[in-house]
């Protein structure tokens, strides 16, 4: 262990950080959400507890937007995020396909990241539109 009085602080709100994700991930009452391409999609129904519930193959990919993992195939960690800086055509490609074919097809759409709606500056993004999925009739209670 080191002397470095800031040490101690640092670890413990990792261990906070970690907690929070794990609880939110692996609560098997409450829905299981993922984003891709910003958009956050409920993967709750159908089979997809079976992909992304608890132990389930991908469940690594949930609670995060995992854009850059469903785009090359990876679930190794440093894949799992909304950055596709360099990605291949192929791969932009693939995501494209996933994206419409899997998640826009399968699973409603329950809202967008943060990156998809605001600006970097934190302004909001004027040229936003939400996702169309006529698969889904939008209920109109809220
Ligand atoms: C040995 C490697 C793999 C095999 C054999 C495999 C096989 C499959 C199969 C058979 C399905 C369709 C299941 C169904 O519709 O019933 C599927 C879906 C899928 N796979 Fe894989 N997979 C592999 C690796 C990966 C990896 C590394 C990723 C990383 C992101 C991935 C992401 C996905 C996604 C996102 C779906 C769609 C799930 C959904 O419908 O919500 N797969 N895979």
């Given at each position: 262990?080191?002397?470095?009085g800031?040490?101690?602080?640092?670890?413990?709100?990792?261990?906070?950080?970690?907690?929070?994700?794990?609880?939110?991930?692996?609560?098997?009452?409450?829905?299981?959400?993922?984003?891709?391409?910003?958009v956050?999609?409920d993967?709750?129904s159908?089979k997809?507890?079976?992909?992304?519930?608890?132990g389930?193959?991908?469940n690594?990919?949930?609670?995060?937007?995992?854009?850059r993992?469903?785009?090359?195939?990876?679930?190794?960690?440093?894949?799992?995020?909304?950055d596709i800086?360099?990605?291949?055509?192929e791969?932009?490609?693939?995501?494209d396909?996933?994206?419409?074919?899997?998640?826009?097809?399968?699973y409603?759409?329950?809202?967008?990241t943060?990156?998809r709606?605001l600006?970097?500056d934190?302004?909001?993004n004027?040229?936003?539109?939400?996702?169309d999925?006529?698969h889904?009739s939008?209920?109109?209670?809220?």
């Amino acid at each position: 262990m080191g002397s470095n009085g800031k040490k101690p602080a640092r670890a413990s709100s990792a261990v906070a950080v970690a907690n929070s994700c794990q609880s939110w991930r692996f609560r098997e009452d409450q829905p299981i959400y993922m984003a891709v391409k910003g958009v956050v999609f409920d993967v709750t129904s159908g089979k997809g507890t079976e992909f992304y519930g608890k132990g389930a193959p991908y469940n690594a990919l949930v609670g995060k937007d995992s854009t850059r993992g469903v785009a090359k195939m990876s679930l190794d960690p440093e894949d799992l995020s909304h950055d596709i800086t360099g990605l291949s055509e192929e791969e932009l490609k693939s995501l494209d396909d996933i994206f419409n074919d899997v998640y826009k097809a399968k699973y409603p759409i329950v809202g967008y990241t943060s990156e998809r709606i605001l600006n970097e500056d934190g302004s909001p993004n004027q040229n936003f539109k939400p996702e169309d999925q006529p698969h889904f009739s939008i209920r109109d209670e809220f």
